[in-house]
């Protein structure tokens, strides 16, 4: 089991900046792919940005509406993930939801939510225009 937590969402304008962070617990490891979602109210869970497992490289991976603006991260000796998103727009306001999945999923399978195991409880991002 693994026991996932995310801080360091909230309010911000148009053009900010927020770091989020997703502290793991349990049976955390290096090997399993690691991603972000989000979810707007009345919207189905999407896709954000994932790391592949070390297995895979570590290569990250982006939705593209945010590419070049979201860079994906881990630190495996403190078992923590982050989500540095700059240049936010009202569009990604959202609950965010840090996931991590058992091992690594094949290529065609790392934007689907089905992919992972683990699921943290969202944490809000607000961006007023």
């Known amino acids: 089991q693994v026991r996932l937590v995310e801080s360091g969402g909230g309010l911000v304008e148009t053009g900010g900046s927020l770091n989020l962070s997703c502290g793991a617990s349990?049976?955390?490891?290096?090997?399993?792919?690691v991603a972000w979602f989000r979810q707007a109210p009345g919207k189905e869970r999407e896709f954000v940005a994932c790391i592949r497992g070390s297995g895979h490289g570590g290569k990250s991976y982006y939705e593209d509406s945010v590419k070049g603006r979201f860079t994906i991260s881990r630190d495996n000796a403190k078992k923590t993930m982050y989500l540095q998103m700059n240049s936010l727009k009202p569009e990604d306001t959202a609950s965010y939801y840090c996931?991590?999945?058992?091992?690594?999923?094949?290529?065609?399978?790392?934007?689907?939510?089905?992919?992972?195991?683990?699921w943290g409880q969202g944490i809000q991002v607000t961006v007023s225009s």
């Open positions: 996931a991590e999945g058992r091992g690594s999923p094949i290529l065609s399978q790392i934007r689907r939510s089905q992919a992972y195991e683990y």
């Open positions: 349990g049976d955390t490891s290096r090997n399993n792919a």
